[in-house]
């Protein structure tokens, strides 16, 4: 096990979150048969619906960039960091130039992250905090997106379904309205036995205990102390499961837009943020435990809600 703790001392701040996601299909309606035998289980999880699109992640990252974009147009982006695990054919250098010439960013510095899976997110915060901390810049726009090309869209683990789709946000030294991100851990055990219910579960719990402890170490609050938990668009058995590996409670897990959008990799957490704004269901200093999942990684996250100054 690995636990990378980040440094707090780099003001940092999540705003203008937008996300871009496929057709809403009914699970039993999925074609190619494969959700076929799982339908009910899906139900039973509180997943109905997939999300499906045609298009190449880079199309949908350029997408929901554009519109974090034009929610902030006082925000100069100074750099770029783009992550996605879909094999598209191309090259990643010009998956990479699909995205930034579709959002119009023909002239911005651009890191690619990937590796984490559904955990991108917290490896790309992890990026664009960096980046701030070391660079010259002011404001990161942070793009994930991916999609299903081949295979099943049923994740056993999750007890959910992969849908297609992208989600951004803004990453920036100042406050313009929306989360501070006050921790950061991850944790990687790359040799986890996955066939072995017991083992693994045990093996998860701890790397996750592991990573949110050091995520919150040095706040005067623990996780059970905040409004809401957010991960993944997980069945709702997983999702109390990393609920008490993080030391939160059923009643604080937040995941609003599982039911209609399914699993879309690692994009869930921004996805369900902007449902979290949309809903108004917040107030001025609420704190957020947040926890981005892969089958071998896990990223703690500790925030707070900064409203927008008017």
């Known amino acids: 096990m690995a636990v990378h703790p980040l440094p707090v001392d780099v003001e940092c701040h999540l705003s203008a979150i937008r996300f871009a996601v496929g057709r809403p299909v009914p ?17 039973a999880e ?13 199309v949908m990252a350029a997408e929901t960039a554009r519109a974090t974009l034009e929610a902030a147009p006082e925000v100069s982006v100074g750099a770029v960091v783009y992550c996605t695990d879909t094999p598209t054919g191309a090259t ?10 579709g959002a119009g960013l023909v002239d911005v510095s651009a890191t690619a992250v990937s590796g984490g899976a559904c955990g991108n997110l917290g490896l790309g915060l992890a990026a664009a905090r960096g980046i701030l901390a070391t660079q010259p810049v002011d404001a990161v726009l942070l793009v994930t997106s991916d999609a299903v090309r081949d295979g099943t869209r049923f994740n056993p683990d999750g007890l959910t379904v992969m849908s297609d789709g992208a989600a951004s946000c803004l990453v920036t030294r100042q406050p313009f309205g929306g989360f501070r991100l006050t921790g950061l851990s991850s944790a990687t055990q790359l040799d986890i036995d996955m066939n072995r219910g017991f083992n693994q579960a045990r093996t998860m719990n701890r790397n996750i205990g592991q990573a949110v402890r050091q995520a919150f170490a040095g706040l005067d609050h623990r996780p059970v102390d905040c409004r809401h938990f957010v991960t993944a668009n997980y069945g709702t058995t997983p999702r109390s ?6 030391g939160c409670r059923p009643a604080q897990i937040l995941t609003p837009t599982a039911r209609e959008v399914g699993h879309c990799f690692s994009a869930d957490i921004l996805i369900n943020l902007f449902a979290l704004l949309a809903e108004g269901d917040i107030r001025p200093n609420d704190r ?23």
Request: aromatic share 8%; net charge negative; proline share 6%.
């Open 92 to 101: 990643p250098t010009m998956d990479m130039w699909t995205f930034l010439e």
């Open 241 to 246: 499961f990393l609920a008490m590996a993080a």
């Open 46 to 58: 509180g997943i109905d619906f997939c999300r499906i699109d045609e298009r190449p992640p880079a």
């Open 288 to 310: 957020l435990c947040m926890l981005a999942t892969s089958r071998r990684s896990w990223h703690a996250m500790a925030a707070d809600y900064v409203p927008e100054k008017r």
């Open 27 to 43: 699970v039993e309606q999925v074609a190619g048969g494969s959700l076929a035998g799982n339908g009910e289980t899906l139900s």
